[in-house]
């Protein structure tokens, strides 16, 4: 039987498509500011379901202190057979005062480092790096640690809750992010951005082939129910 448009369609979304949405930055409070394991969980499900919900295929779920929740976030992405991508990471603030969101680590960054040192630390152990809030002057210094463990990986150049879009001439991936820090800015927000699937796995945001195979539980046949 021919299928629906909107059984084909649902097939064409998310981590298949070859070109994705994506929000780097998502707050969520430290892990221990919740009153109880249950409102965090459910502060994490509201993000992850609004995320889905704006059509985003892959999120960066940070907090301030440490990547726990991310982490949480992104298990429960799994467990519940999601489909979004989830980076778990934690802000951090550099001794030259610069701000990185540090993905993809299951332990805090050591503190008062600068930023080729943080970068360095974050790499050796399998980190992604964004900067946010450079400065014209930073971009100078940032140019010369290109293509070094030094650098980051990613340049921040606009935050739809500071506003100030920043036209930086620098040779670095570029993200314009939301900075949601509920459900409800989440879903309302319009920040976000478009990479190619090919160009999120050369620089690190994907595995190769991640989620090329996911089939959500919406798409599996029902016992005794007749394919659309």
Known sequence: MKRTWYTTAKQCTALRKSTLRVDMCVFIDDDQSFTSENVLKSTVKSILAAAIIKGLD???VLSAKNPNVGWIAFQMAIDQQMDIAVLPGQVYKC????ILYIYKMKENVKPGLDLPKACEFAHKLGGYVIVTGLTRNKVTQLDKLQGSGYAPDAVEIYNQKNGGYRDLNIDFPKFITSASTSAN???QSNAFTLIERKEAEKIGLLA???GIDFEPKYLKPKTGVPNA
Not at 95 to 98: K, P, Q
Request: charged share 25%; proline share 8%.
């Open 58 to 60: 892959v999120i960066g």
């Open 185 to 187: 800015e989440l879903e």
């Open 95 to 98: 001794s030259t005062g610069e």
């Open 208 to 210: 190769p082939n991640q």
